[in-house]
Antibody, heavy 116, light 110 residues
Framework: EVQLLESGGGLVQPGGSLRLSCAAS????????MSWVRQAPGKGLEWVST????????YYADSVKGRFTISRDHSKNTLYLQMNSLRADDTAVYYC?????????WGQGTLVTVSS | QSALTQPPSASGSPGQSVTISCTGT?????????VSWYQQHPGKAPKLMIY???KRPSGVPDRFSGSKSGNTASLTVSGLQAEDEADYYC??????????FGGGTKLTVL
């Protein structure tokens, strides 16, 4: 059974940084593209970033490009999202998901709140 | 990347069918057969219901079906059941390795 478990969310001040983690199990992690998707409180889903199975290729939404970095550690079966220069509009539940254009498994999400 | 356009709400009685539309452009829905639909119950993570326009993942009831015409994709839920009440989101590949989502539709089972 595929399991994705996010962690690392919390309260951070504007301009601050946070690193999210997503521990994966139940599938061959290195073989699959992985993505981050976020959902602001009471709002819809927004694609954030995608990383290839090898980790070589990374892609970002315009709203986070230059501020967020996606990466993965195959020895730990873990996906990461390093978030810098955080803004109030980055406040959201962040989900890690397996896949790219179709996301067939999702974690439970971790809440990031950017506020002073 | 502009969000895809979905109606904010839809409704139907148990046993009826309801169709939710998702309108994009030739740069996303119209240009690729990579439309997906997700179901999200309150406080839960989204669940993939349809991928590549009309394919159903294992375990998704065949009451759920997807289609596409031009720049508009549609999700049809037949034989509505109480547990189908949820938010539904469409998404599409938008080129340059980007994905765009719709704003979501709240489906109410009357």
């Amino acid at each position: 059974e595929v399991q994705l478990l996010e962690s690392g969310g919390g309260l951070v001040q504007p301009g601050g940084s946070l690193r999210l983690s997503c521990a994966a199990s139940g599938f061959t992690f290195s073989s699959y593209i992985m993505s981050w998707v976020r959902q602001a409180p009471g709002k819809g889903l927004e694609w954030v970033s995608t990383i290839s199975g090898s980790g070589v290729r990374t892609y970002y939404a315009d709203s986070v490009k230059g501020r967020f970095t996606i990466s993965r550690d195959h020895s730990k079966n873990t996906l990461y999202l390093q978030m810098n220069s955080l803004r109030a509009d980055d406040t959201a539940v962040y989900y890690c998901a397996k896949g790219s254009s179709s996301l067939d498994s999702w974690g439970q999400g971790t809440l990031v709140t950017v506020s002073s | 990347q502009s969000a895809l356009t979905q109606p904010p709400s839809a409704s139907g009685s148990p046993g009826q069918s309801v169709t939710i539309s998702c309108t994009g452009t030739s740069s996303d829905i119209g240009g690729y057969n990579y439309v997906s639909w997700y179901q999200q119950h309150p406080g839960k993570a989204p669940k993939l219901m349809i991928y590549e326009v009309s394919k159903r993942p294992s375990g998704v009831p065949d009451r759920f079906s997807g289609s596409k015409s031009g720049n508009t994709a549609s999700l049809t839920v037949s034989g509505l059941q109480a547990e189908d009440e949820a938010d539904y989101y469409c998404s599409s590949y938008a080129g340059s390795n980007k994905v765009v989502f719709g704003g979501g539709t709240k489906l109410t089972v009357l």
